[in-house]
């Protein structure tokens, strides 16, 4: 099993270390990675059946070590539906981690907001998901070893973690919305009435990843909690063009922001498990 070797590598190239939290860091937000103690560093192209990302703003490697007081793996960089790999290596990725001892999962992500009232800067809990991109990560056959072939997407955003995460916000007075992300296939942007169809199906906020780690986490019985990082208004409701040059300028400024929400929210978490002990 790829995942397993995947897995054993991690914890052979990061002795000492047995990472509780899983992050994934999206667009422009690589430089959270940077705040890990005692890391070690692990390319994606060293690990077995791991993605190698092709898109600028995804460095492609896992950092090991503490954050927050958490142990943690961190994903510096993912891949996308729209790089036409499939999802064999975001599988392998996401439950490798499972293996080596996370049972929580924090996706981030640059995502263009479909509310006027929260622009670009604002951070976003996720709260629920559409899946636009025509496809699902857990199509073909199912793995018993990780998870039932009918897995529920109800809570699939964990609520209680959720909860946590605004609870540090409004510690930090970190400006914190929420609402329900989309997952478009991209690589172009939607358009104008793309960006109307969202609006009236419910979505929040629109980006081209995230959907379908949430899904292969759940599966496996990974927690999960997601947080985007809003970096324009969707087309049609601002002034002036989106381009990736916008995202990961967009996304680098808001980076301070989600890094004191990811650190508090794990120095909670630690907090919660030292108060079970």
Not at 130 to 139: E, Q, R, V, W, Y
Not at 146 to 166: C, I, N, Q
Not at 207 to 236: D, F, K, Q, W, Y
Request: charged residues 20%; hydrophobic residues 45%; proline residues 6%.
């Amino acid at each position: 099993m790829t995942a397993a070797r995947a897995a054993a590598d991690i914890l052979h190239r990061a002795p000492g270390h047995r990472p509780r939290v899983g992050i994934v860091l999206g667009s422009g937000l690589g430089g959270i990675a940077d705040r890990i103690a005692g890391s070690v560093a692990i390319p994606y192209g060293e690990l077995p059946g791991f993605p190698v990302p092709s898109v600028s703003g995804h460095a492609g490697r896992l950092v090991v070590g503490t954050l927050g007081g958490v142990e943690v793996a961190c994903m510096q960089g993912r891949v996308h539906a729209y790089e036409g790999n499939g999802f064999d290596a975001l599988k392998t990725a996401v439950r490798s981690l499972k293996l080596a001892g996370c049972d929580t999962l924090v996706l981030t992500a640059a995502a263009g907001s479909l509310r006027l009232e929260v622009g670009p800067g604002r951070l976003m809990a996720i709260s629920d998901h559409l899946n636009l991109l025509g496809s699902n990560p857990l199509t073909g056959p199912n793995d018993e070893a990780f998870g039932e072939r009918f897995p529920s997407m109800t809570d699939a955003w964990d609520p209680e973690l959720r909860a946590l995460l605004k609870e540090v916000a409004a510690d930090r007075g970190i400006d914190l919305a929420e609402g329900v992300y989309a997952a478009y296939p991209g690589p172009s942007f939607e358009t104008p009435a793309e960006v109307r169809m969202m609006r009236l199906l419910g979505a929040d906020a629109v980006g081209m990843s995230t959907v379908p780690e949430c899904i292969v986490a759940r599966h496996c019985g990974l927690r999960v909690v997601g947080c985007a990082v809003v970096t324009n208004l969707g087309v049609g409701l601002g002034d002036g063009p989106v381009d990736h040059h916008q995202t990961l300028t967009a996304a680098s400024a808001a980076a301070a922001d989600l890094e004191r929400l990811l650190v508090g929210f794990l120095e909670r978490l630690h907090q919660k498990d030292g108060s079970r002990s």
